[in-house]
């Protein structure tokens, strides 16, 4: 595999937001960019492909390299993404060294990386920005 399939874009964060049709999806998506925004005191950027340059969206910018790997790659800090059924929030420390957070988060799941929220009324808002807070200081790796 030769690079990555998405890169950060100069798309419009607002307008990707505004075209969602489900319209407490939109909300919530509004919500947590606002959330995020003020702790990590970052602008938000489109991320995406050719195909897809509306796919995700992401705060701060690091430079990584894959294990085994020699070459450099671009990736958000934090970043998030609106899908259909849940919003999906991507963060670059591991979520489960967080189980303080995760036992009064709320209905949610999770993978390493990755919290999966049906609606921002199912977590506490309290703890989705500690935890968001807790990734912003994370080192980069």
């Keep these: 595999m030769s690079g990555l399939a998405n890169k950060q874009n100069n798309r419009s964060v607002t307008q990707f937001i505004e075209k969602i049709d489900n319209t407490s999806k939109r909300e919530d998506s509004f919500k ?11 602008k938000p950027k489109m991320w995406g492909n050719e195909a897809n340059p509306d796919f995700m969206i992401g705060f701060g910018k690091y430079t990584y390299t894959r294990k085994g790997g020699k070459e450099e790659f ?5 970043g998030f993404a609106p899908r259909k ?27 390493k990386g990755c919290l999966y929220i049906n609606k921002l009324n199912d977590v506490n808002i309290d703890v989705l920005s500690e935890l968001i807070k807790r990734n912003k200081d994370a080192k980069w790796h």
């Design 85 to 111: 059924t849940k919003l999906t929030l991507y963060l670059t420390c591991d979520i489960s060294q967080h189980q303080d957070l995760l036992d009064n988060l709320g209905k949610c799941k999770w993978g």
């Design 32 to 42: 947590l960019l606002e959330i995020i925004e003020n702790i990590t005191q970052t």
């Design 74 to 78: 671009e990736w958000f800090k934090l």
